[in-house]
Nanobody
Framework: QVQLVESGGGLVQAGGSLRLSCAAS????????MGWFRRAPGKEREFVAA????????YYAASLKGRFTISRDSGKKTVYLQMNSLKPEDTAVYYC????????????WGQGTQVTVSS
């Protein structure tokens, strides 16, 4: 099993940048895909980005590719979400999640970190 803890959220002005971190523990992540999701007020949770731990392959929501970048640091067992050119509509609770690469369900979730983009 894996445990996830997000950090790095906060208040930022529109057009600014923020980097979220997700620290993982509980063993090797070689069989996992790590993902970022977000839930805005009054909306359903949506997929943001994901990265395969073993090979670094990345996946993005089409609307966010170009502004958001996901990456990992194997030594620190940490996944990052670099968010640039932030917009008020990016305001949401951002969650880190993990799933086994051969499964479709993200079974492991962090507690979330609040990102607020002001105009």
């Amino acid at each position: 099993q894996v445990q996830l803890v997000e950090s790095g959220g906060g208040l930022v002005q529109a057009g600014g940048s923020l980097r979220l971190s997700c620290a993982a523990s509980g063993g090797t992540l070689n069989s996992y895909r790590m993902g970022w999701f977000r839930r805005a007020p009054g909306k359903e949770r949506e997929f943001v980005a994901a990265v395969n731990w073993i090979d670094g392959n990345t996946y993005y929501a089409a609307s966010l590719k170009g502004r958001f970048t996901i990456s990992r640091d194997s030594g620190k067992k940490t996944v990052y979400l670099q968010m640039n050119s932030l917009k008020p509509e990016d305001t949401a609770v951002y969650y880190c999640a993990a799933r086994l690469v051969w499964q479709s369900d993200y079974a492991h979730w962090g507690q979330g970190t609040q990102v607020t983009v002001s105009s």
